[in-house]
Each structure stands twice: as structure tokens, then as C-alpha cells.
């Protein structure tokens, strides 16, 4: 029987689909719907206000979305993943947790994988055979994110959200295959969109909701979305267990700036904003990021899921100023 299985970042996503399972990222249900009630409803429970929005957005999401599991990724991801699981399971939802090795190595990752395969019943067969189906969607996303970069038909905007969808692919990998082929057509008949700054955008997804129109207004655009690229997989590598070692985002910040520094080049970028979340670990990250990049570098924190506030604004439009 089809689960609706909910998790907490990307993973081997086959596995659910091989199994015949809809897999649903707790992180875009969220986004999609009353963020901030969803958020008032974790505190309703006892969440602090001090810990981190996506941690309380997903602890309601996963409670309001009719799900038979949720599994969470306890290593290489949110250092609060753990107790997410227990408030999870003491609602009466069973959870599972999935580990990505503390260091690439490709005997723990494909053990890993056997053991979510086990848990869902599923050989590596089926699993290499849907891995097959999503890469041919995969391979779509890789020319939409070349429309970006290089022949500007597409906007950062557009570019975030396709490749943001693709660690679920909205719960549908056919229908968002669909609505990619149709966006497709319109883009690559599409006029060139002008620029005067190449931006690069580093970090995990951002919380603001209108983050690339501002930009977009300023006279720029993202040309490079970090951790949204990482989630379409897109190197396209036909075994299991590589594509989710050279998956950059559980890694290391000096595995991820060897990915970075490649695209900055490849794209031509003119200047970096790096994105934080309040209250994350990956602030510290971005420490390295800054240091190791030679190139314009403003960062941004959020908290809330809101519009960009004044503050930022301004902080975007007098970095637009110097760069631009």
C-alpha cells in the first residue's frame, strides 16, 4: 500500500519511489502554506522562539499533512534533527533515520542505502530503475539551469524553484516532469533577459519569500543557486551510491567549495550573497565560505518567513551600488 512518507532534507528519494511510496519534503510544504501559523503552532507546543524556523515549520507540517512516516536525516544535516524525530513520534507518527557518512566514504553510504532499501522493502534493482526515471527529469533540470547561466532565458527566480522541487519533485515526479517540459518550450523561445550582475547565491534555501524579485528589481540576478542545484542531482552519475557522496550539502564546507569555486567560473559570476538562517550552525560555514571566495560577498540572515525587511533592503541596494 502507497505511503505518504515525509523527510526532513534531500535523500535517496529512489528508494521511496521504487517502493511505490509519495515522498513529501516537510521544508516546501512549509513554504507553501501559512508559514507563520505553522511556526505559531510548534511554540503552541513548547518550541522555543530561539531555535531555528524550518525546525518548527517542519515539526507542524509533519502534523498536518496526513503523513504514515516521517524519515529524518540525523547526520549531515540539522544538528536538531534528532529531537525533531522524538516530538514527531510521541504524536503517533513513526519515524525512521537516515545518516549520511560524517566523511564521503563509499562503503557506509551504500550500506546506508541497502538499510532504507530493507526498510522499505525494496531491492537495488527497483531502486536503480527509478533512479533511472528521475535522472531522465534530472537531465531537464541540468538544460534549465544552463538556460540561466548561459543563454539567460531563465530568471534566478524561476531557476530556485525547479531546482528546489527536485528533492521531492512536488510528490509527482510525472506531473512536475510535465510542467518542466512546458516551461521548457517557454523559456527556450524566450528573449534573453538583461544584467548587470551575475550573482551567485551560496547556502541552504532562503526563508524570505521575495528575496529574488528584489534582486531581480536592483538590476540583477542569481545565476548560481547553490544547495537548490545540489537537490537536482546534477551530475548525473548512474550509480546510487557516487551521486550521493558528490552530493555536496552533508559534506564538509571545503567539499562544497570545490563545487562553488568551479560553477563561479563556468558562470562567470560577478559578486556572492551567501545566505544564513538564524540560530543555524552553517553561520559558522559561511565564515570559510567568505575567506576562501574572491569575490564581492555580502551575506544575508533570515528568521521568519517574511518579506525582505527594510534593514535588508537597504543592505542589498547599497551593495548593488559599489558592484553593480
Not at 505518504?4 to 511510496?21: D, N, Y
Not at 531502486?127 to 528521475?134: H, R
Not at 540583477?220 to 545540489?230: H, P, T, Y
Request: glycine letters at 4%; one cysteine or more; charged letters at 25%.
Amino acid at each position: 500500500m502507497s505511503k505518504r512518507i515525509g523527510f526532513t532534507t534531500t535523500l535517496p528519494v529512489e528508494v521511496l519511489l521504487a517502493a511505490g511510496h509519495i515522498p513529501i519534503d516537510l521544508n516546501n510544504i512549509f513554504l507553501s502554506r501559512d508559514s507563520e501559523q505553522l511556526i505559531h503552532e510548534a511554540e503552541l507546543k513548547g518550541f522555543p522562539r530561539s531555535l531555528c524556523s524550518w525546525i518548527k515549520g517542519n515539526y507542524s507540517a509533519a502534523l498536518s499533512s496526513d503523513l504514515d512516516e516521517v524519515i529524518g536525516i540525523v547526520q549531515g544535516d540539522c544538528s536538531n534533527s534528532n529531537s525533531l524525530l522524538e516530538m514527531i513520534a510521541e504524536e503517533g507518527i513513526a519515524i525512521y533515520k537516515f545518516s549520511f557518512p560524517a566523511q564521503p566514504d563509499y562503503g557506509a553510504m551504500d550500506a546506508e542505502i541497502s538499510r532504507l532499501e530493507e526498510h522499505l522493502g525494496v531491492s537495488r534493482k527497483q531502486t536503480l530503475e527509478a533512479k533511472a526515471w528521475l535522472d531522465s527529469i534530472r537531465k531537464k533540470l541540468v538544460e534549465m539551469d544552463r538556460l540561466c547561466y548561459e543563454e539567460r532565458k531563465v530568471s534566478g527566480g524561476d531557476n530556485h524553484l525547479w531546482l528546489v522541487n527536485a528533492s521531492d519533485f512536488q510528490s509527482d515526479p510525472q506531473r512536475y516532469e510535465n510542467e518542466l517540459d512546458e516551461y521548457l518550450k517557454r523559456a527556450q523561445s524566450a528573449k534573453p533577459l538583461p544584467t548587470r550582475l551575475r550573482l551567485g547565491y551560496l547556502g541552504v534555501p532562503p526563508i524570505f519569500r521575495d528575496l529574488y524579485d528584489n534582486i531581480s528589481n536592483l538590476g540583477g540576478d542569481v545565476l548560481f543557486n547553490e544547495i537548490q542545484r545540489q537537490f537536482a542531482m546534477p551530475y548525473l552519475i548512474p550509480d546510487i551510491v557516487e551521486q550521493y557522496l558528490v552530493y555536496t550539502y552533508p559534506y564538509s564546507v571545503l567539499d562544497r567549495l570545490k563545487d562553488i569555486k568551479q560553477e563561479i567560473r563556468r558562470r562567470r559570476l560577478n559578486a556572492i550573497i551567501s545566505y544564513t538562517q538564524a540560530f543555524c550552525h552553517l553561520q559558522i560555514d559561511n565564515l570559510l565560505l567568505k575567506k576562501h571566495i574572491d569575490l564581492p560577498f555580502l551575506n544575508l540572515e533570515g528568521e521568519l518567513p517574511e518579506k525582505l525587511d527594510s534593514r535588508t533592503i537597504l543592505r542589498l541596494e547599497s551593495f548593488f551600488e559599489v558592484h553593480a
